[in-house]
């Protein structure tokens, strides 16, 4: 095994191939040295990381010690403003937090804003200066420019790098090859170099492809080569924006039928893969950066709005019963609360318990002879995904509440996720 930029055999390291802030699947492999990984994570990939901090939130991913992402945003509760940027993970996070921030009111007057103790250590505050503030009121935003997210050079140097090492390793190529890969590499390991070798995918069949097998925050890659020699990566970061990666040279002969596999890594750390046929001098059309990012912009937009949605899978929800299994003896048990057990500022404990709650409530609709996708289709009555809004959200709170204090969520709960686990094949082996 030798070091695949520059065919060192000491050091080496394990490399995150897609790195793991941006997918729950581990796509891991020893045969990177620690100069050239720690040199592509420094210049680019933790760039690209923080730059997609919010979306990263949206989608679910947590970082690696499990805490929600944290981002910077704009924060507005009632009339008051945030005066910049703060980091936040939700609204959870805004309430709990230790630290105190400056916001303007709409007469542009400032306040400081945080827990009422901490506000009263302040000389000269006292409790009729202080007023409770809506919380129930809060907004979130953040304003990033789309090319700044996704065709800036340190993002498709972070690209390329993801291109071609997953093309190493699902080749098993274990070692630098200059005359095959000798433009790609120099590409990744200069950040100066102009791009040349990255565009952006504008082909109907990708977009289909990927719409048909990705769930939110999925990632897809295949491969193939073209009749001039040339080998290229297609990576959909999210199943937002794809890119079209040149990532080497080949020899082969070309053939009229291709049987391309397309890998697909999942937000909920699974994997899976599809072989699609083609017929003919395969292409997938691109456009450069700047041209292809015009081209799309409304599209990309649209995809991003999206990244809050939940799957309907049921990979989803084993994945979310098992945290919520966690907690649910200590609920049980009236050793922590509802509040604690489903952590109402998490739309990821929400919506699964919600379409738990509708699979038993319609459980003599369930079909166990239909896969798992159409019968949530047909019992929420919706498409590929699911989102709940803010007012939806509110009552079930709400509901679930009361039914903490009437004592039967617990029952409810228990269930539909014995239901869950029998009868629609959810069971989690662990």
Not at 196 to 208: F, G, P, Q
Not at 364 to 381: A, C, G, K, V
């Amino acid at each position: 095994m030798k070091c695949i930029y520059c065919n060192n055999e000491t050091n080496l390291t394990i490399s995150d191939i897609i790195p793991a802030a941006l997918t729950g699947a581990k796509l891991r492999k020893k045969f990177v040295c620690r100069a050239h990984n720690s040199f592509t994570n420094d210049h680019y990939e933790n760039t690209m990381i923080r730059q997609l901090d919010i979306f990263r939130n949206r989608i679910g991913l947590t970082e690696r010690d499990g805490d929600p992402v944290r981002f910077s945003a704009d924060l507005t509760i009632g009339e008051y403003t945030s005066e910049k940027n703060i980091s936040i993970s939700d609204n959870k996070s805004i309430m709990d937090t230790d630290r105190l921030f400056r916001m303007k009111d709409k007469q542009g007057r400032t306040v400081l804003v945080g827990p009422k103790d901490k506000l009263l250590k302040i000389s000269g505050a006292t409790a009729d200066k202080i007023t409770d503030l809506p919380f129930a009121d809060i907004s979130i935003s953040s304003k990033t420019d789309i090319r700044d997210l996704f065709i800036s050079e340190t993002v498709l140097h972070a690209i390329a790098k993801i291109a071609y090492e997953w093309h190493c390793y699902v080749n098993d190529v274990e070692e630098y090859q200059e005359d095959t890969y000798g433009l790609i590499t120099s590409y990744i390991l200069d950040p100066e170099q102009s791009n040349t070798l990255v565009n952006i995918v504008n082909d109907a069949y990708v977009t289909m492809l990927a719409d048909r097998f990705s769930r939110t925050g999925s990632n897809m890659l295949f491969e193939y080569n073209d009749s001039d020699g040339n080998v290229y990566v297609i990576f959909c970061l999210w199943n937002v924006i794809a890119y079209k990666v040149k990532v080497g040279m080949h020899s082969e002969k070309p053939s009229m039928a291709h049987c391309p596999i397309a890998y697909f890594y999942h937000a909920d750390g699974s994997q899976n893969g599809t072989m699609f046929g083609v017929y003919g001098d395969f292409h997938v059309n691109a456009s450069p950066p700047n041209a292809g990012i015009s081209e799309l912009y409304l599209e990309i937009k649209s995809r991003l709005s999206k990244l809050g949605e939940r799957d309907l899978s049921r990979e989803y929800l084993q994945n979310c019963i098992a945290k919520l299994s966690k907690k649910l003896p200590a609920y049980q048990e009236h050793t922590i609360s509802i509040a604690d057990l489903l952590d109402f500022e998490h739309e990821d404990r929400i919506i699964p318990v919600y379409i738990l709650e509708q699979i038993y409530t319609h459980r003599d609709e369930y079909m166990p002879s239909e896969d798992f996708h159409r019968n949530m289709q047909r019992i929420l009555q919706t498409d590929d995904r699911f989102v709940l809004t803010k007012e939806t959200t509110k009552g079930i709170v709400e509901r679930y509440i009361n039914m903490d204090r009437e004592g039967s969520f617990t029952t409810l709960l228990s269930k539909a996720i014995e239901f869950f686990e029998t009868t629609c094949g959810g069971r989690l082996d662990i």
